[in-house]
């Protein structure tokens, strides 16, 4: 998510959505009445008989009703009443329309109060898809090319020969597997990939998971037929990267949900809505886990949870929909919290 414009006085959001993940994000910031700033094509009858039927593209502002993302569209569909536009001889006020939100293009919103789980939400998925691009590592037996990528760009690092000593994995323990884990520590990625052929990047896996380095990310492996430009071309085109960041997405969330399970057997966690607004109240609350599914069927219940938590300084963990496992925080109240000291028994 690329943020161009947070205006928190006249509640103005400027966002271009930059993956698949981020028109979701969107899904769940964009909601009824807000006004949208984009452009659609109406098909324009003609005022004279016989003359074609031509396709119009208008720039409006539409007020939101109904907020829908599909993703093998690709985009995210917004519907609602038209307010005003241009060419205004083509506009018609007051009418029924729809807008496709996509990837790559700027969207303008304009909200009735913008709230700041909002506003970090967005700026988490500004963080995940700019700071946080994933570090791939392409390699066979012969060498490794380690890039910085995400769904527009390929930024490469360094490449590494292994000087092939052989295939097997005692040889390729050498220097070649050093080489390239000592890179990989200089980088200091937030997410790893190693792909390629063969079971090269399975044997370096092991490697590196034999050293047991506290505070590197769990690498993740995926098979592709080649290396070099061609295989970062495979990542891209096949929708491989979007389907990975999404494992990893579901492997954080995961991780937070267990966490809350480990801590509420130690009573150092709380769940139901009144339990945890009443620890988020003396500020007790270290971190705030909701069911989306929760949030979307409650939504200003969640919301006046969601605000004390930003008041009290709590980080908000939102569970994705998506997650097999929502379903634990959802029957638990919808609403969770990890707390950052041990419960008090009632008297």
């Not at 909002?118 to 390699?139: F, G, N, P, T, Y």
């Not at 884990?181 to 092991?206: R, Y």
């Not at 999404?246 to 966490?259: A, S």
Request: proline share 3%; net charge neutral.
């Amino acid at each position: 998510m690329k943020i161009l414009k947070i205006d928190k006085q006249l509640n103005q959001l400027l966002v271009i959505p930059e993956t698949l993940d981020d028109l979701w994000h969107l899904e769940k910031v964009i909601e009824q009445n807000d006004v949208v700033a984009g452009k659609t094509d109406r098909k324009i009858k003609p005022s004279k008989e016989g003359e074609k039927t031509i396709r119009q593209t208008i720039f409006i502002n539409l007020e939101i009703e109904t907020v829908h993302f599909q993703e093998f569209s690709e985009n995210l569909k917004l519907s609602g009443i038209i307010l005003d536009g241009h060419p205004k001889e083509f506009v018609e006020v007051k009418a029924h329309q729809s807008i496709d939100v996509k990837i790559g293009e700027p969207v303008k919103i304009q909200k009735i109060n913008l709230k700041n789980w909002q506003i970090e939400r967005l700026k988490k998925a500004e963080k995940e898809s700019v700071s946080a691009k994933m570090l791939v590592v392409l390699m066979d037996d012969e060498s490794a090319e380690l890039a910085f990528i995400n769904q527009f760009s390929i930024n490469k690092k360094a490449k590494i020969s292994s000087k092939k000593q052989g295939k097997m994995y005692a040889q390729e323990k050498s220097t070649f597997f050093d080489e390239i884990f000592e890179k990989i520590k200089q980088l200091e990625p937030k997410k790893i990939l190693v792909a390629g052929p063969g079971f090269v990047k399975d044997n370096f896996k092991k490697f590196v998971e034999e050293k047991r380095i506290k505070g590197l990310p769990t690498i993740i492996t995926e098979d592709l037929n080649s290396v070099g430009k061609t295989g970062f071309n495979e990542l891209l085109s096949q929708g491989k990267l979007n389907s990975i960041e999404k494992e990893l997405q579901l492997t954080k969330e995961t991780q937070i949900i267990e966490q809350f399970l480990e801590k509420l057997s130690k009573d150092t966690a709380e769940y139901g809505r009144d339990a945890v607004l009443e620890c988020l109240n003396i500020g007790q609350v270290d971190k705030l886990i909701i069911a989306e599914t929760f949030l979307l069927e409650y939504r200003n219940k969640t919301e006046e949870v969601m605000n004390l938590a930003d008041k009290m300084k709590a980080e908000i963990n939102i569970i994705s929909s998506k997650n097999p496992q929502e379903r634990t925080i959802y029957n638990m109240g919808g609403i969770v919290a990890i707390l950052r000291y041990k419960k008090q028994p009632s008297e």
